[in-house]
């Protein structure tokens, strides 16, 4: 499987993750909040992204990429509160949402080195 083939599905995985877990997390809380919904925003995003990724065009990748790095950061925030509420079903859910996203950006990442060494 080549570095290409592993960025476009690691970018699927992480935008079903994203939106399936968010929602779950949306859904399940007590007293929901829309905020809780950004990470199902750009769960959507990068799905629509998707096929752009998969055809290696570069400016699709590159949003994917700001978007991964952007929900990465967005999710230390409900990782902090979850982990202040003790509440393991959070907390696994946005480690899950975590793994998958930095699983997808070292997928981008590995796949602009390859590319990279190609035009040498």
């Known amino acids: 499987m080549t570095q290409e083939m592993k960025k476009h599905i690691f970018n699927l995985i992480n935008s079903i993750v994203l939106i399936v877990l968010g929602l779950w997390g949306y859904w399940g809380s007590p007293s929901p909040s829309l905020t809780a919904l950004i990470p199902v925003v750009i769960g959507l ?5 998707h096929p752009g990724v998969r055809a290696e065009k570069k400016i699709p990748a590159h ?14 925030k409900p990782l902090l509160g979850a982990i202040g509420r003790d509440d393991a079903a ?7 949402m975590m793994v998958t996203s ?9 796949s602009f080195i390859e590319a990279r060494r190609g035009r040498r």
């Open 45 to 49: 995003a990068l799905l629509l992204l």
């Open 63 to 76: 949003v994917a990429v700001v978007l991964t790095i952007l929900v990465l950061g967005g999710l230390v």
């Open 102 to 110: 930095v699983l997808a950006l070292a997928g981008f990442v590995c």
């Open 90 to 96: 959070a907390i696994a859910r946005v480690v899950a």
